[in-house]
């Protein structure tokens, strides 16, 4: 996701989760944002101040006092100038002392000036014990009820005492993905958007199957893009190989593997769904029968047979059906990947599936279509209106499908 010319204020306070901020603040500048850091003292006892100026290329705000301070009002200019304060890892220490707005360092004078005007995310990350203490607990509870501020689960795991419990900073690609969110306009807010993503598996017996190679890519991408603009996803989740980063827990994962468990689960959410996106490879056919136990290679060339035939059925059409019972108000979106023919196929299947748009890729271009972390797909709507959107990432391809959709 490009955070091209956005300013991200960083505030880290001293828990060991603060030798990751490095890392995030680089990836944050090679996303295109423009980073500055502000922090406890006891952070620099984690993670340097040189490491922190390096990285971000902007001099560290963390003494309140000192001489080399641009301005004697850091703690003001730095909110002005930031779109949002990401506050990773943020202690109990920290947080008690934001619930209660007290401002005693250069990180807390700064929360304190930016928490009533600008998007914070606040990361927890400390010992479990600590965690679960009533105080900080009151303190999560107050710091939750504040409109701007978005609080980042800690997630269970080893902690750094030893021992495994809830306490563990989430990773880097769930802070950045946080960011993003915090950045981004809530167009979606409301709209309850279920996605199917993955490609099916459709079993022969109890150790083979028939399926593609849908990755799971491109749907992700999307799933992220809608919880991102504020929509509440219900991921209908074939077979994958890809992951996805869900900071705020808004993507609900349903896994179904074969065609008729996702025709199921997708039946069972279409009356409460707004939107529904269509991205999964649904195989076409599956076996007639499967075999309870394993097909024996050893038996049928004894019977001198070298040949096997499988026979296949039609698998449940999910657009199809979902198409058909379609009530006023609600949107279906498919896709359609091609090898030939490719904009008449896929009209063909916007009009027999009722949809109201459908997203066309092609096998034909390269670096297109499965597996790989880029797409270039046009999408075409029902009165001869289309959109294309050239070869890039599949993150970006999902932000200009919404976008084009007027989502
Ligand atoms: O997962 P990735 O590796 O990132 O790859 C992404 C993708 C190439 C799988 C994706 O971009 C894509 O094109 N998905 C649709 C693939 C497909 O099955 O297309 P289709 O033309 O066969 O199907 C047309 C539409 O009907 C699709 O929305 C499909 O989900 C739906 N369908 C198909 C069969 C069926 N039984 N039920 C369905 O709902």
């Not at 499988?310 to 019972?325: H, N, V, Y």
């Given at each position: 996701m490009k955070l091209s010319n956005k300013h991200i204020l960083v505030g880290i306070s001293g828990?060991?989760?603060?030798?990751?901020i490095p890392e995030l603040i680089r990836s944050l500048v090679k996303a295109g944002a423009e980073v500055r850091v502000a922090t406890t003292p006891n952070a620099l006892q984690f993670v340097t101040e040189l490491t922190l100026q390096t990285v971000s290329g902007s001099r560290v705000?963390?003494?309140?006092?000192?001489?080399?301070?641009?301005?004697?009002t850091e703690h003001i200019s730095l909110p002005e100038w930031c779109d949002m304060l990401l506050v990773a890892p943020a202690t109990a220490n920290v947080l008690a002392k934001m619930a209660a707005g007290i401002a005693d360092d250069a990180l807390t004078t700064t929360i304190a000036s930016c928490v009533a005007r600008k998007p914070v995310v606040v990361a927890p990350a400390m010992n479990d014990k600590m965690w679960e203490s009533p105080a900080t607990q009151n303190a999560i509870a107050t710091i939750r009820q504040w409109p701007n501020v978005r609080v980042l689960e800690p997630v269970e795991g080893p902690l750094a005492c030893g021992v495994v419990g809830k306490g563990r900073m989430p990773e880097i690609d769930e802070l950045q993905e946080a960011v993003t969110y915090a950045l981004t306009?809530?167009?979606?807010?409301?709209k309850r958007v279920l996605i199917t993503a993955g490609g099916t598996q459709e079993k022969i017996d109890p150790v083979r199957f028939i399926s593609n190679y849908s990755s799971g890519k491109m749907g992700f991408a999307l799933a992220q893009a809608c919880a991102r603009r504020g929509a509440e996803v219900t991921l209908v989740c074939g077979a994958v190989s890809a992951s996805f980063c869900n900071p705020f827990g808004r993507i609900r994962r349903i896994d179904a593997l074969s065609a008729r468990e996702m025709y199921q689960a997708c039946l069972a959410e279409w009356?409460?769904?707004d939107i529904a996106i269509l991205c999964a490879a649904v195989a076409d056919f599956a076996p007639a029968e499967q075999a309870s136990e394993k097909i024996k290679k050893c038996e049928n060339e004894k019977m001198g047979k070298c040949e096997m035939s499988l026979r296949l059925t039609l698998t449940p059409d999910i657009a199809k059906a979902l198409g058909e019972s379609k009530q006023a108000g609600q949107r279906l979106i498919g896709f359609a990947l091609e090898t030939e023919h490719e904009k008449e196929n896929a009209l063909r299947k916007l009009e027999r599936k009722h949809m109201d748009a459908i997203v066309l890729n092609s096998l034909?271009?390269?670096?297109?279509?499965?597996?790989?972390d880029t797409n270039r797909v046009t999408v075409l709507l029902p009165n001869d209106n289309s959109f294309e959107l050239p070869l890039q990432s599949k993150e970006s391809i999902a932000e200009g499908i919404l976008s084009a959709l007027g989502f």
């Amino acid at each position: 996701m490009k955070l091209s010319n956005k300013h991200i204020l960083v505030g880290i306070s001293g828990g060991i989760a603060a030798y990751k901020i490095p890392e995030l603040i680089r990836s944050l500048v090679k996303a295109g944002a423009e980073v500055r850091v502000a922090t406890t003292p006891n952070a620099l006892q984690f993670v340097t101040e040189l490491t922190l100026q390096t990285v971000s290329g902007s001099r560290v705000y963390s003494d309140v006092f000192a001489a080399v301070n641009e301005h004697a009002t850091e703690h003001i200019s730095l909110p002005e100038w930031c779109d949002m304060l990401l506050v990773a890892p943020a202690t109990a220490n920290v947080l008690a002392k934001m619930a209660a707005g007290i401002a005693d360092d250069a990180l807390t004078t700064t929360i304190a000036s930016c928490v009533a005007r600008k998007p914070v995310v606040v990361a927890p990350a400390m010992n479990d014990k600590m965690w679960e203490s009533p105080a900080t607990q009151n303190a999560i509870a107050t710091i939750r009820q504040w409109p701007n501020v978005r609080v980042l689960e800690p997630v269970e795991g080893p902690l750094a005492c030893g021992v495994v419990g809830k306490g563990r900073m989430p990773e880097i690609d769930e802070l950045q993905e946080a960011v993003t969110y915090a950045l981004t306009p809530q167009t979606m807010s409301g709209k309850r958007v279920l996605i199917t993503a993955g490609g099916t598996q459709e079993k022969i017996d109890p150790v083979r199957f028939i399926s593609n190679y849908s990755s799971g890519k491109m749907g992700f991408a999307l799933a992220q893009a809608c919880a991102r603009r504020g929509a509440e996803v219900t991921l209908v989740c074939g077979a994958v190989s890809a992951s996805f980063c869900n900071p705020f827990g808004r993507i609900r994962r349903i896994d179904a593997l074969s065609a008729r468990e996702m025709y199921q689960a997708c039946l069972a959410e279409w009356p409460q769904t707004d939107i529904a996106i269509l991205c999964a490879a649904v195989a076409d056919f599956a076996p007639a029968e499967q075999a309870s136990e394993k097909i024996k290679k050893c038996e049928n060339e004894k019977m001198g047979k070298c040949e096997m035939s499988l026979r296949l059925t039609l698998t449940p059409d999910i657009a199809k059906a979902l198409g058909e019972s379609k009530q006023a108000g609600q949107r279906l979106i498919g896709f359609a990947l091609e090898t030939e023919h490719e904009k008449e196929n896929a009209l063909r299947k916007l009009e027999r599936k009722h949809m109201d748009a459908i997203v066309l890729n092609s096998l034909r271009d390269a670096g297109a279509g499965f597996a790989v972390d880029t797409n270039r797909v046009t999408v075409l709507l029902p009165n001869d209106n289309s959109f294309e959107l050239p070869l890039q990432s599949k993150e970006s391809i999902a932000e200009g499908i919404l976008s084009a959709l007027g989502f």
